[in-house]
């Protein structure tokens, strides 16, 4: 499985983005997505997650300011950013859990400036 992700950029606090991650390849055998983001100096922390069936799960640091979504094929995730932060700044990474392990997409940077 191959990820693209995109939509990463430049926007001003309170702004709004939206990310999204093509998948190719074997896209058949993936059970969920999940964006996750890295700050520097900081770790790699899942934000939120959709599984095939549809439930999301989300960090406290964006509930209720970002949605995730994917279409019914599952060949692409969205992540709805709202309300951002310079907290929120980071590059953010696509993720999916596949019946053969986990893939990862190549980043896209997201800065939030004040």
């Known amino acids: 499985v191959q990820l693209q992700a995109s939509g990463g950029g430049l926007v001003q606090a309170g702004g709004s983005l939206r990310l999204s991650c093509a998948a190719s390849?074997?896209?058949?055998?993936?059970?969920?997505f999940g964006w996750y983001r890295q700050a520097p100096g900081e770790n790699r922390d899942l934000i939120a997650r959709?599984?095939?069936?549809?439930?999301?799960t989300y960090a406290d640091s964006v509930k209720d300011r970002f949605t995730i979504s994917r279409d019914k094929g599952m060949n692409r995730a969205y992540l709805q950013m709202n309300s951002l932060t310079p907290e929120d700044t980071a590059v953010y990474y696509c993720n999916t859990e596949t019946l053969w392990g986990h893939y990862w997409g190549q980043g896209t940077l997201v800065t939030v400036s004040s």
């Open positions: 390849g074997r896209t058949a055998g993936i059970n969920a």
């Open positions: 959709i599984n095939r069936r549809g439930p999301t």
